[in-house]
């Protein structure tokens, strides 16, 4: 892809290996199915959000910012991931937190205090109520003469999205390399902008296979309006290929809410954990997971690729997915 990287901070340890998932093929009976470990980006647990951060803090550190402002909720592996971030780039952080603090914090809150953020909650239960947040913050910092970096929750920009669209010649390689052309390459979809990324490099690219994003935390339909738009802005930034409403495929993974277990990720974390030894969180992998599988069951038409995206802390929080 001939396109004008981004200034980038360096975080991950790249490439991710793809490997390939015998046993898991074997055991549903499906074509082959690779698995990109973006789970094992190499910093601070942080999954896909180390590939994002890379961009998003190059981009904060070349405009002379002196904080990262970010936010979400306090189970939040792209807040934990920023709070650590920042303290690597020499760089202040501060976390925005919708509802009120919990009486047991998530492992991801108690890593970002530990990584020296400063926790804010809105007191709102509303996950918006964190974007206000974001620009009062901003605009406090502002004030007192400091120079505040504000980035999406979830990392959800043009940049954030950006950083997939450049893992993709990376994949590219690596299917290569296994002589495999998938069919599908499925990821857990949140604020979409890994979804968006994946698909503007995708069509960058030119490559043939279907981009699927299983959606964990918003509706199909705003989940499709929202990676149209983050893809259209990545592309933009990037000078490629914009993409159009057919190229978007959103399969539906919230089971019965953002965060609560499903039972088909419940099952497909249990096969994957026995099949391949993978750790899938219940948040996102294993719904991710859970999607691919019915999509096998439905007929793939050839193999797939299964982006893990992380979420590592949230896998032996309690009441996740080897409680349910
Ligand atoms: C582990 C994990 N997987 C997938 C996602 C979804 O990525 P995105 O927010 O880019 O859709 C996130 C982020 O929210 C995540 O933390």
Redesign the pocket.
Known sequence: MAVSEPPRFPLASLPTPLVPARRLADAIGSAPILVKRDDLTGFALA???ARKLELLVGDALAVGADALVTGGGAGS??CQATAAAARVAGLACVLVMYGRAPAREHPNLRLARAFGAEVRFTGDPDRRSVDRGLDAVAEELAVAGRRPYVIPR???SALGAAAYALAVPELVGQLAAEAVEPAVVIV????????AGLLAGTLAGGHPWRVVGAAVSRSVAESRTRVLELSRACAELLGTRAAIEGDVEVADAIGPGYGVPSRAGVAAARLGARTEGLLL?PV??AKALGALLAMVREGLGGPAVFVH???VPSVLHEGGLWDA
Do not use: P, Q
């Open positions: 999954g896909n959000k592996n792209h979830g990392g959800a857990a979809a949140g604020s979409c902008g890994t979804h969180d996102f992998t995206t992380g979420g």
